[in-house]
Structures are given as structure tokens and as C-alpha cells.
């Protein structure tokens, strides 16, 4: 009767979680993944390259556009579109990664606002331009 017993709870055990299918990506999810994710890198790569290059801070915030505003963003659609591959379509992903871009581009836009602000503030001693400029004569 034990023997009955430990398995009729093993069944109920496997009945209760909640399985979750996988399966293999078709070639065109694989490309199409493929495809976001590489230009995504290219985006953040050739940022990361021109803020080093840059002369100076603010020059070098400027560069930070292209990996924030299009570089990020797809690297999240090429996740979205792995999930979707593999797992079929959750609404759940969907919604994540809408609120995860949008999040990110406000969040972003706003970062550069400000930190362009303290950046280009010429009456404060701390940041005179790194380009060689002058403050102007009449700010303390």
C-alpha cells in the first residue's frame, strides 16, 4: 500500500507544478535574433569608442545617444523575440520589455538632461570647459 501511496503523490506532485514547454527556435527566429542582438553591440561598441575618443565631457555625454537610444532597446527586442521563440508568445515578456524600453528611454533622456546641465554650468569653479575655452568675463 506504501508503494501505492509514494507514487500516487509523485503524480500528484509532477500534475501540480506548472510545466513549461520549450522548443527549438525556427531559422528565422535564429537569424532575426541573430540580426537585433549584433546591431544592438555595433550600436553600444561604436558609442563606447567615440566617447573615448571625444574631447571633452560633454562632447563625450553626446556619444552616449546612439547606444541609449537604439543600442539597449534592441538588444531587448532580440531577447523578446528568444522568449517568444522558445516559449511561444507570454504577454507577460510583451509587457516587460515595452515597459523596460520605455522606462530606459525616459530614464536616459532625463540622465542626459541633467547631466548635461552640470556639465555645461560655466559659473561654477569646477566646471570650466575641458576644450581650452574661457569662462565668460562676467560669471563668478
Known sequence: M???TAASTTEFLLAASEQVEYQEP?????VLIGILAITGSVFV?????AMYLAPD????LNMTGPALGVGIPLLICANLVFHFATEGFVLGYLIRACVAITAFLVISSVGS???GRALHATHWDHTVPLSGGTRPPDAK
Not at 26 to 30: G, L
Not at 45 to 49: D, G, M
Open 113 to 115: 538632461f541633467f547631466m
Open 57 to 60: 565631457a560633454l562632447s563625450q
Open 2 to 4: 506504501a508503494v501505492s
Open 26 to 30: 525556427s531559422w528565422f527566429a535564429v
Open 45 to 49: 561598441l561604436v558609442s563606447a569608442r
